[in-house]
Nanobody, 125 residues
Framework: QVQLVESGGGLVQTGDSLRLSCAASGRTFSPYAMGWFRQAPGKEREFVAAIRWSGGSTSYADSVKGRFTISRDNAKNTVYLQMNSLKPEDTAVYYC??????????????????WGQGTQVTVSS
């Protein structure tokens, strides 16, 4: 069983930065990829960014390209999401997820097997 715990959310102003962390624990943690998703009130959960655990290649939603950076520390089983130039439309609950199967596509929610509990990010205007 894999457990994912997010941290780092909070209330910030437009243009500020935040770094989210997701610590993974489990008997043998070796995902194919880790991702970040978000869900704003009244909206569906959407893909934000993902990183392949081996190799470190990344994928981003168009809405965050150039502002957000995903990275990982394999030794700590931790994935990060550095969020810069935050906008009010980035306000959402951010979820960390792990994809165990080797599936090239990284932006599909149903490909992820494990999810964290979420951390709230609120960006005020």
């Amino acid at each position: 069983q894999v457990q994912l715990v997010e941290s780092g959310g909070g209330l910030v102003q437009t243009g500020d930065s935040l770094r989210l962390s997701c610590a993974a624990s489990g008997r043998t943690f070796s995902p194919y990829a880790m991702g970040w998703f978000r869900q704003a009130p009244g909206k569906e959960r959407e893909f934000v960014a993902a990183i392949r655990w081996s190799g470190g290649s990344t994928s981003y939603a168009d809405s965050v390209k150039g502002r957000f950076t995903i990275s990982r520390d394999n030794a700590k089983n931790t994935v990060y999401l550095q969020m810069n130039s935050l906008k009010p439309e980035d306000t959402a609950v951010y979820y960390c997820a792990a994809q165990s199967r080797t599936i090239w596509t990284l932006n599909l929610i149903h490909n992820y097997d494990y999810w964290g509990q979420g951390t709230q990010v609120t960006v005020s205007s």
